[in-house]
């Protein structure tokens, strides 16, 4: 139920009291002062605010005479309130979210309504290159923690009245801002729709895990096809380029990257560093791109399927051959090795930096050496498991990597049953994984390949020079 904010100081204090609990709880501040010649109350989040704007703000209150202190609360804080972002709240609704927000938020005594001033500071770390997205050239700044510093990067790039940025709050608990950038004249009007739609029917007690469990809810087709359904990227010059192709860019408060949609397969494989050199090296950086993601899948599979079969190895190519004797089949030497790598993975990010060395320097010996020596595993699966490892790091994307992964290991465990008709069957569970996933706004995840869009495909594989015009 709405309630209002009354003319009584002391109701409204008791109100206060009873919604945020302040006596229990020690980061939330009440500042008793006086403006004029009545009594007042200021209330603020320790932390959240900048010390010496408040400063100013009281001592500006204080020396206010009481002949100057006006009845309608728009005027006295438009007039007399020396501050920027300046708003009236008339609910203690809104009061609750605006403080909990960072808001420092002024009740007057004889005043019907709250003077909310936004003077908020987070805690936040430097504006620094993100570290899976880093580029050979180009800018080296990349998003942070706070929602107004990401749109404020966006704006540097794009100057132009037709960037809109609207906030929206999802979260019945943790009210978490959301902001939906697009170019008025280019986005698309359905899709935008769809997303507002869905945001502001969501009934969830907070975004725990911010743009993961927006995605989440935004997205309600098939849960079990790995592939990405989103674009994300902590590059505000990737984002604003988004923008300006007619995409829609979500942001999360708390989030350092952004979800760019509607997306398809072509669009996550595309990094910054394409358009950031020549059209020739472009065009060879991504085909390189496309074609190691095409191996990393099938390599492996492959091969085993060789192994299998031996006879089919042409004259030319019999040094792919095991060499040695194979003590555990290869087909559970690559999975063993598929999880070895997984766990590998797991403790880097654990391990704190300065052992960082020393623990791949254990587990290139150990797992590398001493593990063929062992007889565990054969040189040549370890070969092609360390080619397969680090060709997954070709795209900056985790969530497509991962997918490629699980359809290389649906392939393996095909082959290993079906031999040529498991691979077979593989590459075409592939393609029907690949066909039928969807973009959040229904479009083909394929565009343009299917449907087929000849001058699309090609763009997609040949950086053209930008389009340009003389006077």
Known sequence: MRREIAESLEKNRHEMEERLQLTKNFDLVERKLKVGDRDACLYFVDGFVKDEVLEKLMEFFQSLKPELLLENDEAFSGIFVPYVEVDILNSFEELTTQLLSGVACLLIDGIPSCVAVDCRTYPMRSVEEPEKDKVLRGSRDGFVETLVFNTALIRRRIHTPKLSMEILTAGELSKTDIVLCYLDDRVDRELLSLVKNRI??????????????????????????????????????????????????????????????????????????????????????????????????????????LMQNPEWIPKDFQFIRVSEEINIPIFFQLLILELAIDGLKLAAINTPSNLTTPLSVIAAIVVGEFAVKSGWFNSETMLYMAFVAMANYMQADYELGYALKFMRLLLLVLTAILNQWGLLLGFVLVCVFLATNRTISGGSYLAPLLPFNGKQFTRRFFRKRLTHFYD
Request: hydrophobic share 50%; aromatic share 14%; net charge negative.
């Open 200 to 305: 502001q029917q969501l009934k969830v007690e907070a975004l725990t895990m911010n743009q993961e469990s927006l995605a989440e809810c935004l997205f309600r087709g098939r849960w079990f096809n790995p592939f990405p359904k989103f674009k994300y990227t902590e590059r505000p010059d990737a984002a604003a380029a988004g923008i300006l192709e007619g995409k829609l860019v979500i942001l999360v408060d708390n989030s350092p990257s952004a979800m760019i949609l509607p997306a398809s397969v072509f669009d996550i494989m595309e990094e910054a560093d394409d358009f950031y050199f020549p059209p020739v090296t472009g065009t060879y950086l991504r085909l390189t791109r496309f074609f190691i993601g095409l191996m990393t899948i099938f390599l492996t599979p492959v091969w085993l399927l």
